[in-house]
């Protein structure tokens, strides 16, 4: 059974930093995308971060871009995102995802991953 556990969630100050982590089990984590995304209330789920397990190679949001940064350690199967310089607009809900069918190619769209954590709530204050 496909697991993907996000933790690391938290309030911080406008400027602070957080490190999410996920979980992943039940499949092979090897030559998969796994990506982060974000969701507010009323606001579709948006991409944040991608990474290809094969070869660390990184797609980002330009929202994020400089500032977040997706990571892998292959040993505990477990999926990163670094999240530095926070502001109040990377307040959301942050899910952990899989795209195990070979779809999300260096892409950050929602619809191309197929497997989802529950989600981990981030709030940034101003």
């Known amino acids: 059974q496909v697991q993907l556990m996000e933790s690391g969630g938290d309030s911080v100050q406008a400027g602070g930093s957080l490190r999410l982590s996920c979980a992943a089990s039940g499949f092979t984590k090897t030559n998969k995308w796994m990506g982060w995304f974000r969701q507010t209330p009323g606001k579709e789920r948006e991409g944040v971060a991608t990474?290809?397990?094969?070869?660390?190679?990184?797609l980002y949001a330009d929202s994020v871009q400089g500032r977040f940064t997706i990571s892998q350690d292959n040993a505990k199967n477990t999926v990163f995102l670094q999240m530095n310089s926070l502001k109040p607009e990377d307040t959301g809900v942050y899910y952990c995802a899989a795209d195990t069918r070979g779809r999300a190619s260096w892409s950050l769209r929602a619809s191309l991953y197929d497997y989802w954590g529950q989600g981990t709530q981030v709030t940034v204050s101003s």
């Open positions: 990474l290809y397990t094969e070869n660390s190679a990184t």
